[in-house]
């Protein structure tokens, strides 16, 4: 089991950058697939990235290919997620999830763990 938490969202202007956290417990970090979801305020969930076990393979959502990555340090136990060239639309609440599934894939029933969420708000 892993316990995942988020942290370095907040409040930035439009075309700017902010790096999101995802600091995990338990042993066995590195034998999760990792992934970044986000629920816009009145929508829902969205897949935003994944990433395997080895760090070598990264999925995005076409929404922020390009200007979002991906990366984790299995050492450190963290997942970070990069974020530049912000709109407003990426505002949202991020999450991020663990899984033991084989590949990744963008459907948020195949992770098991989640974190809280953190607040992303992104100002025109």
């Known amino acids: 089991q892993v316990q995942l938490v988020e942290s370095g969202g907040g409040l930035v202007q439009a075309g700017g950058s902010l790096r999101l956290s995802c600091a995990a417990s338990?042993?066995?970090?590195?034998?999760?697939?990792l992934g970044w979801f986000r629920q816009p305020p009145g929508k829902e969930r969205e897949f935003v990235a994944a990433?395997?076990?080895?760090?070598?393979?990264?999925l995005y959502a076409d929404t922020v290919k390009g200007r979002f990555n991906i990366s984790r340090d299995n050492a450190k136990n963290t997942m970070y997620l990069q974020m530049n060239s912000l709109k407003p639309e990426d505002t949202a609440v991020y999450y991020c999830?663990?899984?033991?599934?084989?590949?990744?894939?963008?459907?948020?029933?195949?992770?098991?763990?989640w974190g809280q969420g953190t607040q992303v708000t992104v100002s025109s």
């Open positions: 999830a663990g899984g033991k599934l084989s590949g990744l894939r963008p459907g948020s029933e195949l992770y098991d763990y």
């Open positions: 990433i395997t076990r080895s760090g070598l393979t990264t």
């Open positions: 338990g042993r066995t970090f590195s034998s999760y697939v």
